[in-house]
């Protein structure tokens, strides 16, 4: 009974993006801690499973958990903590390992992506590479959620952590909550602005098409003014066939609360329409940076909010962990 209960991670990989923004933080904040249950998660372990520099990684998290709450999530009402402060997210990872199979991990596009990005590097591919997606399951599964909302580029993995505790269910007995994705109306995946026909990543080497959430206004404006655009000047809302066009769109929707479609009628040409959504990028990011910097000034305050929030998720998840090493026998 109660509320619904809400999941939702970032991984400190990079600094965050307007993607994570919109595509979930941003819903995280507006609605999610309000109508539910919600739990918020920086997946530091998560940032592992590639080549990492470990001092980055400790300041990427820490940043990341000062943005979610920069961003407006409120301690007083959701809880925000890091990964790896909750040990049952291991334990938890370990059954799963015990239920997919590794036909299933080797099929998820992520998994395909990173190793090849990896491969062309020179580097070798980290086994926690292969099972990130036991690791996501328990992240979702420990805490009974009901809904993880996500960009689409985790809809796959999602799936499969509905396959895992169904299969699960029906081996060991009745355990985990079935959870569904909940992706966004609009801006479910924001493009990189200098090649939209892929997703804006923060761990992508080139930064000229990614817009950070921490990048000074005239940076952003920059970056938006230089977006790659389509043949031809007219504005028209085409995924397919004008796709920077359409996340130019997308991102004016997200940030003002539009329609893309409607928007694309107010346009006569590419240069009007990089002007409004450079503007509304910056007006959106403002009060972010603000109270970023406010957070940054204060670390006691947000280790603080952290330390209670991984006590506070810790609580919820033992009880159910528990009852699956004792499902599974042992
Ligand atoms: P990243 O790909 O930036 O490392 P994460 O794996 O940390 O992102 O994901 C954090 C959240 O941000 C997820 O819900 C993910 O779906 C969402 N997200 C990431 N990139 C985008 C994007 N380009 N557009 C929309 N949502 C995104």
Not at 69 to 95: K, M, N, W
């Amino acid at each position: 009974g109660g509320r619904v209960r809400v999941f939702s991670g970032v991984q400190p990989t990079g600094h965050l993006t307007l993607g994570n923004y919109l595509g979930a933080v941003r819903r995280w904040a507006a609605e999610d801690q309000h109508r539910a249950d919600a739990l918020f998660c920086v997946v530091d372990l998560h940032a592992l499973t590639v080549e990492h520099d470990p001092a980055r990684v400790r300041r990427l998290s820490r940043q990341a958990a000062s943005l979610l709450l920069a961003a407006g999530l409120d301690p007083e009402r959701c809880t925000v903590f890091v990964q790896s402060q909750v040990d049952e997210h291991l334990r938890l990872a370990y059954l799963m390992e015990c239920t997919a199979t590794d036909g299933e991990m080797r099929r998820m596009i992520q998994y395909k992506e990173k190793a090849a990005r990896e491969q062309a590097r020179g580097g070798s591919v980290r086994l926690s590479l292969l099972t990130y997606p036991t690791l996501m399951a328990a992240d979702i599964l420990a805490y009974g959620t009901d809904e993880v909302p996500v960009g689409d580029d985790q809809t796959q993995h999602v799936q499969l952590t509905r396959d895992l505790a169904v299969r699960f269910n029906q081996r060991y007995g009745a355990t985990f909550v079935v959870p569904k994705a909940m992706p966004p109306r609009v801006a479910a995946r924001v493009m990189d602005l200098q090649e939209p026909t892929s997703k804006m990543g923060k761990s992508h080497a080139r930064t000229a098409g990614t817009v950070f959430l921490l990048d000074e206004p005239e940076v952003v404006r920059k970056k938006v003014m230089r977006a790659v655009t389509d043949g031809g000047d007219d504005v028209v809302y085409e995924r397919e066939a004008r796709p920077g066009i359409a996340n130019l769109l997308d991102v004016l929707a997200a940030c003002t609360d539009g329609d893309p479609e409607r928007l694309a009628e107010g346009y006569a040409s590419y240069g009007a329409l990089k002007k409004d959504v450079a503007d509304a990028v910056v007006e959106t990011l403002r009060p972010l940076r603000e109270r970023h910097a406010e957070l940054a000034a204060d670390p006691a305050y947000v280790d603080e909010v952290l330390r209670a929030g991984a006590d506070r998720a810790r609580g919820l998840a033992k009880p159910r962990v528990d009852a699956a090493y004792r499902a599974m026998g042992v």
